[in-house]
C-alpha cells in the first residue's frame, strides 16, 4: 500500500513539473502585432502600368483627390475628427473637379462606378458622428481610390497599399499612403505601427 501511495505521489509531482516547466517556458510564438510589423524597405513588385491611358490633366486631376484622401487618412491616423471632416470636404471639391469627358467606352463606366463610390462615402464621412465612424468608413473609400489609381494612375507621385490584419474585429482593413512607413489609421497611437505595405501604385 506505501509503495502504490508513492508511486502516485512521484506521478503527481511529475506531472507539476511539466506542467510548471510549460507555464514558465518562452513563447514562440509572436503577437499578431509582431507578425505583421512590416520594414519601410522590404521588396516590393515595381508598379503595374494603368488598365487605362488618359490625358495628363485627367490624371494629375485624379492625384489631387488622392493627396485630399491621405490629408483624410492621416487625420484618421491622429483621431482627430474636425481635420477629417476638413479633409473629406477638400476630397469632394477635389473630385467635383474631375473633368472625364474625355473618356470613353469602359474607361467611362469604370470611373462613374468609382467617382460614384468615392461621393457616396464621402457623403456619409460628412454625417459621421465621431471618430470611430469615420474610420469605419475608410475601408470603402479606400477600395474606390485604390480602384480609380489602377485603372488611370498618379501624375508624378506613387501610392502604397497598406494592410492591417486586426481592423474590423481581424477581419482587416486596407488603406492607402504616400509613403512605405506605416501609420494606422484604424487604431492610430494605439497600433500606429501595425500593418504592412502590400502594393506600390503609380
Not at 33 to 57: F, G
Not at 62 to 71: H, L, N, P, R, S
Not at 162 to 179: H, I, K, Q, T, V
Request: charged share 25%.
Amino acid at each position: 500500500m506505501k509503495k502504490q501511495n508513492t508511486s502516485i505521489v512521484l506521478v503527481l509531482l511529475t506531472a507539476l513539473f511539466v506542467f510548471l516547466q510549460g507555464c514558465n517556458a518562452p513563447s514562440k510564438e509572436k503577437t499578431a502585432e509582431e507578425v505583421h510589423m512590416t520594414a519601410s524597405d522590404e521588396e516590393l513588385a515595381p508598379p503595374s502600368e494603368p488598365r487605362y491611358q488618359t490625358e495628363e490633366k485627367f490624371k494629375a486631376q485624379i492625384t489631387d483627390v488622392f493627396k485630399a484622401y491621405v490629408e483624410l487618412k492621416d487625420a484618421l491616423v491622429k483621431g482627430d475628427l474636425t481635420a477629417v471632416k476638413a479633409s473629406g470636404l477638400k476630397m469632394s471639391e477635389m473630385l467635383a473637379r474631375t473633368d472625364h469627358q474625355q473618356l470613353k467606352g469602359a474607361a467611362h463606366l469604370d470611373w462613374n462606378m468609382y467617382s460614384e463610390g468615392l461621393a457616396d462615402y464621402l457623403s456619409r464621412l460628412a454625417a459621421a458622428p465621431d471618430i470611430s465612424s469615420s474610420r469605419n468608413l475608410l475601408q470603402g473609400l479606400t477600395e474606390n481610390m485604390y480602384n480609380s489609381i489602377k485603372a488611370f494612375g498618379l501624375n508624378g507621385v506613387s501610392a502604397y497599399y497598406e494592410y492591417c490584419p486586426m481592423a474590423f474585429n481581424n477581419r482587416g482593413g486596407y488603406w492607402l499612403s504616400d509613403e512605405k512607413k506605416i501609420r494606422n489609421p484604424y487604431f492610430g497611437d494605439a497600433m500606429l505601427e501595425c500593418g504592412d505595405v502590400r502594393e506600390q501604385l503609380k
